[in-house]
C-alpha cells in the first residue's frame, strides 16, 4: 500500500483542500504517514499570501532534493496557490520536483501522480490568468467542488470545513487570491445542503463555512436568488448540525438580513470575523478596500446593536505603502474603541503580481513595521484579557475538542492517553475554553463554569447539578 505524507500551510481553505486530496488518494489504495522519509508520495499543499510561507515550502523541498537523488520513484508535489502563482518556477528552483498543481486541478493530482509514475515527466497543471479568457473561461478553470471528503483529516471527526464560495474579485492591491484562486463563484445551495447533510450522517456537529468573502455569497438561478442569509436558515434546518460559524466577511456586504439570522438562529455562532486592515481613509483607498473607515464604524455598530454580546475579531495590516504614523495611530484608535474579540496583525509583505507591488512603494522599513505590529498586538491583548474578565463567575456552553496543547503535548512524551485530562473546546462566540474533564466529554456540549482569564483563553470547570452558575448562552 504506497504512502502519503501532506504538509498544509494558510488557511482553512487550504485544510479543506488537503482533506479533498486525501479522501481522493485514499480510494486510490494511500494511506497517510506522518514521516516524509518513509512516504512515497509527498505533497505541500501551499499558501502564496506572504513571502514567509512561499519561503517556508522551499526550504521543505530543498530538505528533500537527497531523499529524491536516493529514491527517484519517489513523487514529490507542489498544489494549490503558490503553485498557481509560480506555476513554472518552483521546477526552476527545485528541478526535483515531479508535479505543480494549482488549486482549480486538484481533482487531478491522483491522475497526474500516475503520469509520473508512467512517464517520468514533470506535470503543471493551472487554471488561466485573470486576463487570459473570457470570465467564464477563467471561471471554469478555477472550479474545483469536489464532494470526497475525508473525516481524519477534519480539525475534529465532530467539525468540518464546508466550501460555499471560491475566488475573490475585490482586488484589493496587496493581496494575491484573485490570481490563485480566480473569480468568485457562489456554490449551488443544493450542494452545499447535501454536503451537510452528509457530514451531519458522519457524526459532525459543527461546521464552519468558507468563503475568501463568504459574506458576499449570492447564487441566481432563474429569477430566484439565493442570498447568504437565506443559505443560513437552510442549513439551520439541517438534523445533526449544532453550530454553523462562516468566515472570512467582508464589512460592505454585511447586511441586516444576514446579522438578523445570526440573531434569531440558535444554531449560529454568534461570532463574526471581518477584516478592517486599517483605521486610515488614505490607506483604505490605497489598499483599494471599497469602504472608509466611517463606513467600518457604522457596520460594526449596527452588529453590535442587533447581535447583544456577539464577538468580532478583525485583521489589520501594518506598514503598508505610505503608512505615516499618524495613519498608524488611526488604525490604533479603532481597535481601541472596537474592542475586537481579537486581531490578526500582519506586518505588511510586498507579493509580486499584485497592483501594490505593481505600483506602490514598499516605503515603511522593516524595524518601524516590527515595532507597529508589537504596539498594536499588545494593545489588542490589553483589551481582550479585560474583556474576557467578565465571564469570571459565569457558565459558557463549550464544544469540547479533545485534550488541549498542553496535555497532548504531555500524552505524546508519557505514551499513555489517560481518560482525565485537561481538555479544551470553543464557546458559541468562538471562545477557547480549557479545563480538566473526562476523554467521554470529547464532542459533547457542556456547561463550563469560569473562573480565571487571560488575553487567548477562560478556565473553568464542568459544571455539575450541584452548582449551577447564571449560564450565558451567547458566551
Known amino acids: ?56 515550502i522551499y526550504s521543505a523541498l530543498g530538505r528533500l532534493k537527497n531523499a529524491k537523488q536516493q529514491n527517484p520513484d519517489k513523487v514529490i508535489g507542489v498544489i494549490g496557490c503558490m503553485a498557481q502563482n509560480h506555476q513554472r518556477t518552483v521546477f526552476e528552483r527545485a528541478p526535483y520536483v515531479d508535479l505543480v498543481v494549482g488549486p482549480g486541478q486538484l481533482h487531478q493530482v491522483p491522475e497526474l501522480i500516475r503520469k509520473v509514475q508512467t512517464t517520468g515527466d514533470q506535470q503543471l497543471e493551472v487554471s488561466l490568468g485573470r486576463k487570459e479568457g473570457s470570465r467564464t473561461e477563467i471561471a471554469r478553470s478555477h472550479e474545483s467542488f469536489d464532494p470526497l471528503r475525508d473525516p481524519t483529516m477534519r480539525p475534529t471527526p465532530f467539525q468540518a470545513y464546508v466550501r460555499i464560495q471560491i475566488g475573490c474579485d475585490k482586488f484589493c492591491t496587496y493581496c494575491i487570491v484573485p490570481s490563485v ?15 451537510a447533510r452528509q457530514l451531519a450522517g458522519e457524526g459532525c456537529k459543527e461546521i464552519t463555512l468558507l468563503g475568501q468573502t463568504v459574506n458576499s455569497y449570492k447564487y441566481n438561478e432563474g429569477e430566484q436568488t439565493t442570498r447568504f442569509s437565506d443559505l443560513i436558515y437552510s442549513l439551520h434546518d439541517v438534523d445533526g448540525i449544532d453550530r454553523i460559524k462562516f468566515v472570512t ?49 457604522e457596520m460594526l455598530a449596527r452588529t453590535y446593536e442587533m447581535i447583544p454580546r456577539v464577538a468580532v475579531t478583525s485583521d489589520f495590516i501594518v506598514g503598508f505603502s505610505g503608512e505615516t504614523d499618524e495613519d498608524f495611530q488611526m488604525s490604533m484608535d479603532l481597535v481601541r474603541e472596537s474592542r475586537f474579540k481579537n486581531s490578526f496583525i500582519f506586518k505588511y509583505s510586498e507579493r509580486p503580481g499584485t497592483k501594490g507591488a505593481q505600483h506602490l512603494p514598499d516605503d515603511v522599513p522593516d524595524a518601524v513595521k516590527r515595532a507597529r505590529n508589537n504596539e498594536m498586538l499588545q494593545l489588542q491583548n490589553e483589551i481582550s484579557e479585560a474583556d474576557n474578565q467578565r465571564f469570571l463567575g459565569e457558565a459558557v456552553q463549550v464544544l469540547v475538542e479533545g485534550p488541549s496543547k498542553a496535555a497532548a503535548k504531555k500524552e505524546a512524551e508519557l505514551g499513555a492517553v489517560p481518560l482525565q485530562t485537561q481538555l479544551t473546546g470553543r464557546t458559541m462566540c468562538d471562545r477557547i475554553v480549557v479545563f480538566d474533564g473526562n476523554r467521554r466529554q470529547i464532542g459533547e456540549t ?30
Open 1 to 56: 500500500m504506497p504512502k502519503l505524507y501532506i504538509e498544509t500551510v494558510g488557511c482553512q481553505m487550504n485544510v479543506l483542500d488537503s482533506e479533498l486530496v486525501v479522501a481522493a488518494l485514499r480510494k486510490e489504495g494511500y494511506e497517510l504517514t506522518s514521516d516524509s522519509a518513509a512516504a512515497d508520495t509527498v505533497i505541500f499543499n501551499t499558501c502564496s499570501v506572504r513571502e514567509h510561507a512561499e519561503e517556508k
Open 181 to 195: 484562486r480566480g473569480p468568485e463563484q457562489s456554490r449551488h445551495p443544493e450542494d452545499i445542503l447535501a454536503e
Open 249 to 297: 466577511n467582508y464589512p460592505k456586504d454585511m447586511t441586516d438580513d444576514l446579522l438578523e439570522a445570526v440573531r434569531d438562529l440558535p444554531k449560529c455562532s454568534k461570532y463574526l470575523h471581518v477584516p478592517a486592515q486599517s483605521g486610515s481613509d488614505a490607506q483604505l483607498k490605497a489598499m483599494r478596500r471599497g469602504y472608509t473607515v466611517g463606513e467600518y464604524r
Open 446 to 475: 457542556i456547561d463550563i463554569a469560569i473562573y480565571d482569564a487571560n488575553a487567548h483563553t477562560l478556565f473553568g470547570t464542568v459544571v455539575t447539578q450541584h452548582v449551577q452558575p447564571e449560564l450565558v448562552t451567547l458566551g
